[in-house]
């Protein structure tokens, strides 16, 4: 199909858009910082190369000339604020890096991945045409990508071919860090409390055919976001405690408590220097009821979305065959 350079290759995202290139017959070069663990991109026939966001000249070495698309998947999901900095450094600055290097390397297209969360606090539904609220957000991580996003449209009206994809809550296989941890914690009986959000989510199958799908069929200067059922997070709990066949006895407590409990194991971090399992940021969050409404993606991207059922089934079984739970 094509050359693709691809950021964040090592992360749940980026391993999936990469089996998902591959499995197109694109000819894939993977960024990777020296210290990566390449378990599952050693699996595919990839070239890898070492650079760091933050280094413009390793990306230049990294990035080769005149690759058909750049996905840049890369980011830091950071909750905690005394790691903002570190955050709006990878997030932003990093993207900068990125877009300056695609245009110096005459990159066709740049496919960045955001989030729904760059739309920032809302009060009702999204979509593509919502003003964001994220500049003023104190969420760091809204607010750096929206700051992303924002690098990527000056590079658009400076030349650049480039596209955004918004996705929302993503499930699905090579997730360890984000569900695949709630299903340990539910699996290991350290589910005290529910959270009362509602969020919208996405297969990761489906997120990454639709990086792919943006090449060609995405419109420069456009963002898309991924819409998909709207899930209640205790819904989501219940059907991996029933998964994993574990009696889940937490109930779901209030936006107010369990906003407070976020704030008081912030407090209780601030103390112990070590990041809480549950910051003030992500508990905000976990109580908001998110909902997206568009169908842009799915009109212009061929986007699917896909029942909660399967997104959990496929996440359970990778993490069971992979010895993970």
């Not at 894939?28 to 699996?43: A, E, G, I, Q, W």
């Not at 009060?123 to 996003?149: C, D, P």
């Not at 219940?238 to 407070?260: G, H, I, Y």
Request: aromatic share 8%; proline share 5%.
């Amino acid at each position: 199909m094509g050359k693709a350079f691809v950021t964040g290759g090592t992360g749940y995202v980026g391993i999936n858009l990469v089996n998902e290139l591959v499995r197109q017959d694109w000819s894939v070069t993977c960024l990777h910082r020296p210290s990566s663990d390449l378990t599952y991109l050693k699996r595919q026939p990839v070239e890898l190369r070492t650079g760091d966001l933050l280094d413009a000249n390793s990306l230049f070495e990294a990035m080769p000339a005149n690759v058909d698309a750049v996905f840049h998947v890369a980011a830091d999901t950071n909750a905690w604020k005394p790691r903002d900095a570190a955050q709006t450094l990878t997030n932003v600055n990093g993207t900068r890096n990125m877009v300056e290097v695609a245009r110096a390397r005459a990159a066709k297209r740049f496919v960045l991945t955001s989030t729904a969360s760059a739309y920032g606090p809302q009060t009702g539904a999204i979509s593509e045409s919502t003003a964001s609220t994220a500049g003023t957000s104190s969420n760091n991580y809204e607010r750096s990508k929206w700051l992303a996003e924002q690098e990527v449209r000056q590079a658009v009206s400076g030349g650049l071919s480039a596209v955004i994809i918004q996705p929302c809550a993503v499930f699905g296989p090579y997730d360890l860090s984000v569900w695949g941890s709630v299903f340990k914690v539910i699996k290991d009986g350290k589910m005290a409390a529910l959270p009362p959000g509602v969020l919208p989510i996405n297969h990761v199958a489906e997120v990454a055919r639709a990086h792919v799908a943006a090449v060609e069929r995405g419109k420069t200067g456009q963002h898309y976001i991924l819409n998909g059922d709207h899930e209640p997070l205790a819904r989501i709990f219940r059907e991996m405690a029933q998964l994993l066949k574990v009696d889940l006895t937490a109930k779901v407590w209030s936006p107010t408590a369990f906003r407070t409990m976020g704030h008081i194991a912030g407090w209780v971090a601030r103390l112990t220097g070590k990041e809480p399992e549950m910051t003030p940021e992500l508990a905000t969050m976990l109580s908001r009821e998110s909902r997206v409404e568009t169908n842009k993606a799915e009109t212009e991207l061929g986007y699917r979305r896909v029942p909660l059922a399967k997104c959990l089934e496929d996440s359970y079984r990778w993490l069971v065959a992979e010895g993970k739970l």
